[in-house]
């Protein structure tokens, strides 16, 4: 069975940077596209930013220019930098395996999240 474990979170300051990993098993990570999303209470979770099997990269607007999206295959794990943070950033981050292009529809079952509150 597949698992997702995101990790990294925290009570961040606005201007500030985290890096949030997810590392994945039960899978064959290096043939998956993968993506980070956010969930706000209440709301559908949004993609935040993608990266395909040969590191080709897609962002929100939201988040262009501040987050970068990067991948160990060697540790089937992705990561998140998070650069600059914002308040809105605020909420609990995921990642998922989507098929490119397609960023709504996911693979597997969702990890429990991390956390990140970015306070003013």
């Known amino acids: 069975q597949v698992q997702l474990v995101e990790s990294g979170g925290g009570l961040l300051q606005a201007g500030g940077a985290r890096r949030l990993s997810c590392m994945v098993s039960g899978a064959t990570f290096s043939r998956n596209v993968m993506g980070w999303y956010l969930q706000d209470p209440g709301k559908q979770r949004e993609m935040v930013a993608s990266?395909?099997?040969?590191?080709?990269?897609n962002f929100a607007d939201s988040v262009k220019g501040r987050f970068t999206i990067s991948r160990d295959n060697a540790k089937n794990t992705v990561y998140l930098q998070m650069d600059s943070l914002k308040p809105e950033d605020t909420a609990v981050y995921y990642c998922n395996a989507h098929p490119s292009g397609s960023y709504y529809v996911t693979y597997y079952n969702w990890g429990q999240g991390t956390q990140v509150t970015v306070s003013s």
């Open positions: 990266i395909t099997t040969d590191r080709r990269q």
